[in-house]
């Protein structure tokens, strides 16, 4: 490191044991970084060399027992020591190591030279309870120089480098193991601290003090128990502080008072991605992957990078070849030697990664950065390492059932038919119940069925305390989830949401919390008079009564329940619906279509033979039978009552039309008296959106009823300036929703003007170039040409004789000869071939040969592909009828439209 650091603050080379090319007396302090694979390699050199009696690590003294596990060969890093309050899961702390970590290689080291190893920072029970008495850092910045800082940063500026991580790789990683003394970077890294501490003191990390004066009593402890044999592991930034002389008494005075809570410790797997900055670990690295990389790396360790990058390129099928690859290396090292650095470093990668392999595209960089250079290892922890009962038999569960957990998001679809698939969507559900939210239910692509179901699973770190939080509802996933959701259910809470835990009880298969939750739904139900809690519980309940025997689960239960709810509501919902502000009536339309939709899914669930709710119209018809009959005869309500919103009459309205509960012509008329001049133009306004607005295609209800559009275009431009202002956003929100398609319709159908529309005559006249009526005699003029097309239907004979000879003594109009062409029709022009004489999409286009009173232009309407023997001098007066109106006599029955050419 030295040449680096031009000039540090203090100026002061630190001296001392350790300081020099040789140990002195007193203990080995290497202070390192952190998961820096430079600095592991530093500490396993110089433990090789000092060979001491002990080991001393940064970490939790209440891991000194799960030290052993390290050693086992199902512990595969990362992993993490976690550290939880046994009272409140919760409150916990971890303490991530990665195999370059320094702290592992130390435990490692230890493990497999038989030497005694400790951890020395101040115990969790200590951490965890500062965390609930204050934030682990203070809310407020100090003053002056105790800001908090970091130390890396500042030697980086110091140095003249604007970027820490590549000041370190260029000062550490890049010139390991270049030396002959193992000591040294320790002690220039000593040297380093030991000013920034005489700078900055504590740098503004405010609990310091505490951890380093524990840390002095434990090695002080270890001094008397082995002598100066002893290496002590720790960061950095430490160093100066445990090298600093201090009195026992002064030391334990720090310690005095602070507050203790009852911890428990345990292994649990890590992820490169939660090293990282972005997975909040204040220690972290921005890159585990690239550290992984070089720390495992044997020899050229650039080569070996860009043979990943080239590997995973090629797996997600893009050209890479080895070319590439050795073009890639020398752009590498060209950038290092310009950049004046001793070995490619992460940047020099990355950029000769994007111009050779990537070509200069970011997209597939992403996917190295996110694969590679941060990556998705997932650690793993023996069997044998402490963990609640609940985390025991969630892994028994995981293995029975196939599902392994995994950093990377994937997609799973479950079967439900299969007993298998059937319980890893229970298992799922019954963990998001507990707040175990390990897979998340996402939409079934290419199925509807209720059968089938598709979670997005992704594991992290941090559902192990999660599951240790879980754990103090059972020892097994059922009965923690059944003792959940006994104790939500009987816990002051909303109406909706006891229904929904109903729906969570079905689909997680929890059939002894039902009957608890079916009791407080009962009584919340009973309770409640709120029109639109009762609205919001029922589309829930339907679903499970709808859906829940997918999985077996008896839903008996949940009829009367909601069967009950239906009813309230159906009484409930006219005078909830009176006289609300625009706000409200939004809502309480959204409430109205919930309440639509379940009591379309219940269908004649509900006990039949009901009375309709009281208010309904003398002069409406009956309600039909069942639930779904009284429910349209509360919509029937809704669509009279003046105090009513306009935009829950004109709801009511559209919902009563979709279910053909209600004809075009009384839509048409209701629209009628709401557009009229009397009528509010807010109010107006307002049934519009409530008719055609939102997604449930009201703009192709006026593309396809001109009429309704025509009512709605004269009632608009009547709006008087003074109003239009008001209605405009109320409007512009309802046609926005539309897409773009039907917007541009609309719009072609307005621009016509009322010429084409806004009158009875005009309605009844049909769309442009349509006939109110059928024509008959036109319709029959094609019917030869397309029996010859498409052969003799079910209904007609063949009356030719035995020359082909029709009835009329004619031949008969097979138009094909042995080589399968269509002959000469009589003077009408060349025919073509049979594969162009029987494209029907042009054959049968009856609307251009009709349109408009226009004649039957046999060579248009009937012309197939320009085949049949018939061209376009058949048009008009060029053809054998003789005048312009097709004379279906002259084409139907002679040869003179298509001969045979024999």
Request: hydrophobic fraction near 40%.
């Amino acid at each position: 490191m030295e040449g680096l650091l031009p000039g540090l603050p203090g100026g002061e080379r630190v001296t001392g044991p350790g300081a020099g090319g040789a140990r002195g007396a007193g203990p080995l302090l290497l202070g390192v970084r952190h998961h820096g694979p430079g600095s592991a390699r530093a500490v396993r050199a110089a433990l090789d060399a000092a060979a001491p009696r002990t080991v001393l690590i940064e970490g939790p003294p209440e891991a000194d027992a799960l030290l052993p596990l390290a050693a086992d060969p199902d512990m595969r890093p990362p992993v993490a020591l976690l550290a939880h309050v046994v009272d409140e899961p919760g409150r916990s702390a971890f303490w991530p190591l990665a195999g370059f970590s320094p702290e592992w290689v130390a435990i490692r080291w230890s493990l497999d030279h038989g030497v005694p190893a400790r951890f020395i920072d101040l115990p969790a029970a200590h951490t965890l309870a500062w965390e609930k008495e204050d934030p682990p850092f203070p809310p407020t910045e100090p003053a002056g120089d105790a800001v908090r800082i970091d130390p890396l940063a500042v030697l980086a500026r110091t140095a003249g480098h604007d970027d820490p991580e590549r000041w370190w790789e260029d000062a550490v990683e890049h010139r390991g193991g270049t030396g002959t003394d193992p000591f040294a970077p320790f002690t220039v890294l000593e040297e380093a601290m030991g000013a920034l501490r005489e700078a900055y003191g504590d740098g503004g990390h405010h609990r310091d003090p505490e951890r380093e004066a524990y840390m002095r009593l434990q090695v002080r402890a270890a001094q008397r128990e082995f002598g100066d044999d002893v290496a002590v592991v720790c960061g950095a930034w430490h160093v100066p502080a445990l090298r600093r002389r201090t009195t026992v008494a002064a030391d334990r005075a720090l310690l005095k008072g602070l507050p203790r809570a009852r911890a428990d410790m345990t292994w649990v797997p890590w992820t490169h991605r939660r090293l990282s900055r972005a997975g909040g670990y204040g220690a972290g690295i921005g890159s585990p992957g690239w550290y992984g990389h070089l720390f495992d790396a044997p020899d050229r360790p650039v080569e070996r990078w860009m043979t990943k990058v080239a590997r995973l390129l090629r797996d997600e099928d893009r050209t890479v070849s080895s070319a590439h690859v050795i073009e890639a290396v020398r752009l590498a090292d060209t950038l290092a030697a310009v950049r004046g650095r001793p070995l490619p470093g992460l940047t020099e990668t990355t950029d000769a990664v994007r111009a050779v392999m990537c070509e200069g595209s970011d997209v597939p960089l992403r996917l190295v950065h996110d694969r590679l250079v941060v990556g998705d290892v997932l650690g793993e922890v023996p069997p044998s390492a402490p963990a609640v009962p609940l985390q025991r038999d969630l892994t028994r569960l995981q293995k029975r059932l196939r599902i392994k957990p995994e950093p990377a998001e994937r997609e799973m679809e479950l079967d439900l038919r299969g007993e298998t698939d059937a319980e890893r969507s229970r298992l799922l559900h019954r963990l998001r119940l507990l707040g175990v939210g390990w897979g998340e239910p996402a939409a079934s692509r290419g199925s509807t069925g209720t059968f089938r179901e598709t979670w997005r699973l992704r594991w992290e770190p941090e559902l192990s305390v999660r599951v240790a939080e879980a754990g103090v509802w059972g020892t097994t996933v059922l009965s923690a989830a059944t003792a959940r959701a006994e104790a939500d259910a009987v816990a002051p809470s909303a109406l909706a949401d006891v229904t929904a835990l109903a729906e969570h009880c079905l689909l997680a298969g929890l059939t002894d919390a039902l009957p608890v939750v079916m009791r407080a739904l009962a009584d919340r139900a009973a309770l409640d008079t709120d029109v639109g809690h009762l609205a919001q519980a029922l589309p829930a309940l339907v679903r499970s009564l709808r859906y829940g025997d997918v999985r077996g689960t008896d839903t008996a239960a949940l009829t009367g329940v909601a069967a009950g709810l239906a009813e309230r509501i159906f009484v409930g919902l006219p005078p909830a619906c009176a006289a609300l502000d625009a706000e409200a009536a939004e809502e309480m339309r959204g409430h109205v279509d919930a309440v639509h939709g379940a009591v379309g899914l219940l269908g004649e669930t509900g006990p039949p033979g009901g009375t309709a709710p009281a208010g309904r119209p003398a002069d409406g018809p009956p309600p039909g039978p069942g639930m779904r009959g009284r429910w349209h005869s509360v919509l029937r309500v809704l669509t009279g009552r003046d105090t009513v919103p306009g935009v829950l009459r004109g709801r009511a309205v559209r919902l009563l039309l979709d279910d053909g509960e209600l004809g075009q012509e009384e839509a048409a008329r209701l629209m009628g008296l709401v557009l009229s001049p009397g009528t509010e133009p807010g109010d107006a306004a307002g049934w519009i959106e409530g008719f055609v607005g939102g997604g449930a295609g009201g703009g192709m209800l006026l593309v396809h009823d001109e009429r309704l559009l025509g009512l709605v275009d004269a009632w608009l431009t009547e709006v008087p300036a003074e109003a239009f202002t008001d209605v405009l956003p109320l409007l512009r929100r309802t046609f926005s929703a539309y897409e773009a398609g039907v917007r541009r319709t609309l719009g072609e159908l307005v621009r016509r003007g009322p010429g084409a529309r806004g009158s009875a005559a005009a309605a009844a006249s049909g769309p442009p170039g349509f006939a109110p009526e059928p024509d008959p005699g036109r319709a029959d003029a094609v019917l030869p040409v397309l029996r010859l097309l498409l052969g003799p239907g079910p209904g007609d004979h063949d009356t030719r004789d035995d020359h082909g000879r029709g009835d009329g003594g004619a031949p008969a109009d097979t138009g094909v000869d042995r080589t399968g062409q269509v002959g000469r029709s009589a003077g009408v022009g060349p025919s073509t071939d049979n594969d162009r004489s029987t494209d029907a999409d042009r054959g049968t286009d009856i609307d251009r040969g009709s349109r408009v009173g226009q004649s039957v232009d046999i060579g248009r309407s009937t012309d197939v592909d320009r085949g049949v023997g018939v061209d376009r001098r058949t048009d008009a007066g060029d053809t054998t009828g003789g005048d312009r109106a097709a004379d279906a006599g002259g084409t139907a029955g002679t040869d003179d439209l298509v001969g045979a050419d024999r």
